[in-house]
């Protein structure tokens, strides 16, 4: 029996094909710049620090971690083509395993935004210590300077932000210069006898390589951007596979090309206590002037990072909540249609995470938030994988069954990829990770009693299962 996927509908008219009140779809190029722009904020520019404890194994580890990140990114890249639905993770699950499932990936990736800034806003302070060298003094002065800058962006998204696309996107296009100077400099500088140290964790080879493969896959969290607003994009079928794949591409040739010139430059001692490694390097290549180009480059990188992600903090549970699956509080919007209380809660759960690190260094500070967000990523990212293979034996028809086989075999890598990221990050974080999914469960449970029996739960399209119709 075939089947033929028939588009969903809304008010008569398909999806993404509504009038949008004149605003122009997104191209290939716009949207390669959204991906990689989402991917390359603050990580990279503190994460050399964290990776130096490793040693240069951590270079097999950025290789391997693009080749994961692309599989997961190609399995978005495949189900926002092929279900033109907002919410990402969150609406491929629910289609795939329900409302319990949706409602926890909803939760995990809201969780992995709001720790997440916790991490951008650590590596923002730490490369205004750069121009503020108390900062890296002071444990107490640079987490409430980190609060600080977490809630004046939250103020700026609860006005309103005009024209946010093309401050991202003049974001993006500044914080790639210090990145390929460092890249494109730094390579005829390398002491090759700092990459010699292989292996300095104390643990097995392979134990290092997972976890710094972890750690690298922080870098590479928002590779799913193309895939979340499907409904906007111009010939969705050709560029949101496109898209990813250049997105993620240029962002790995950066990361793994800064990254050997940043461990080739700087020896793994010194460079595991540096709080803004590319602003050491620069001022050995470039001297002072290129120290401060490098600081400014990074704060202008991580501050638009942290306003794309407070922005995002709150249309997550928003997205939810309309779906009856968050507490309706999280619906209520100011005057200028900002989701304030979304916000509002979302930096004061920033603010408690940053004062629960209070006692480690700013280094140390950021690689406990960062290995807590990465899993709270991983486990979607994971989940979406499968729910793909759900869809794929769900509608056999869907997409004409155009290289499905191939999508389900990438699929199973993806999966297992996620699986073994999960494993590398940790017993500790894995065991605190499962607690924030355990979490869940309790709102799910006051969610449901809160909720009628009778009540249908529709999306805020107002989009229905995907309907599916014989020849």
Not at 111 to 124: E, Q, R, S, T
Not at 137 to 158: D, G, H, P, R
């Amino acid at each position: 029996m075939a089947y033929r996927f028939v588009p969903i509908k809304i008010r008569g008219q398909p999806v993404g094909m509504l009038k949008q009140e004149k605003r122009q779809k997104l191209g290939l190029w716009t949207l390669t710049a959204l991906v990689a722009g989402n991917m390359i904020g603050s990580g990279v520019f503190l994460l050399p620090a964290s990776l130096a404890t490793f040693g240069s194994i951590s270079l097999l580890s950025w290789i391997a971690t693009a080749v994961g990140a692309l599989l997961i990114a190609l399995v978005f890249a495949k189900l926002g083509t092929i279900i033109p639905r907002i919410g990402g993770p969150y609406a491929y699950c629910r289609e795939a395993f329900g409302d319990f499932a949706g409602f926890q990936m909803a939760y995990n990736y809201w969780i992995a935004v709001w720790v997440g800034n916790a991490a951008i806003a650590i590596a923002l302070t730490g490369y205004l210590g750069f121009f503020l060298p108390s900062l890296a003094k002071s444990a107490m002065f640079s987490t409430w300077v980190s609060i600080a800058l977490v809630w004046s962006v939250t103020l700026i998204n609860c006005l309103g932000v005009r024209h946010a696309g093309i401050f991202q996107l003049l974001t993006t296009i500044l914080k790639l210069i210090p990145l390929l100077l460092i890249a494109l400099v730094g390579i005829f500088y390398i002491n090759p006898y700092y990459l010699t140290n292989f292996n300095l964790s104390g643990q097995s080879n392979f134990s290092a390589f997972s976890s710094a493969a972890t750690l690298t896959l922080w870098s590479f969290i928002g590779l799913e951007s193309a895939s979340v607003p499907a409904g906007h994009i111009h010939n969705p079928g050709r560029n949101i596979s496109r898209a990813t794949v250049l997105g993620v591409s240029i962002a790995a040739i950066i990361y793994i090309c800064s990254g050997i010139a940043v461990m080739g430059i700087v020896p793994a001692d010194q460079l595991a206590h540096s709080n803004a490694p590319y602003a050491d390097v620069a001022r050995l290549l470039f001297g002072p002037v290129g120290s401060v180009i490098i600081v400014v480059g990074a704060v202008i990188s991580c501050l638009g990072a942290l306003n794309g992600w407070i922005l995002l903090q709150g249309q997550i549970p928003l997205a939810a909540a309309e779906d009856v699956l968050f507490p309706s509080i999280f619906k209520k919007k100011s005057a200028n249609n900002t989701p304030i209380v979304g916000l509002v809660i979302s930096s004061l759960l920033v603010t408690l995470l940053l004062l629960m690190t209070l006692s480690h260094s700013l280094v140390k500070q950021f690689t406990v938030i960062i290995l807590l967000a990465t899993l709270a990523s991983l486990i979607p990212y994971f989940l979406t994988t499968m729910a793909a293979l759900i869809i794929f034996l769900k509608y056999p028809g869907l997409g004409n069954g155009n290289n499905i086989l191939g999508s389900a075999i990438i699929a199973i890598l993806a999966g297992a990829y996620s699986f073994w990221a999960i494993i590398g990050s940790g017993k500790e974080t894995v065991f605190y990770g499962t607690l924030l999914l355990l979490s869940s469960v309790p709102v799910y449970v006051w969610m449901k009693w809160k909720t009628p029996s009778n009540k249908v739960h529709m999306n805020t399209g107002g989009e229905q299962p995907l309907p599916l119709s014989l020849p």
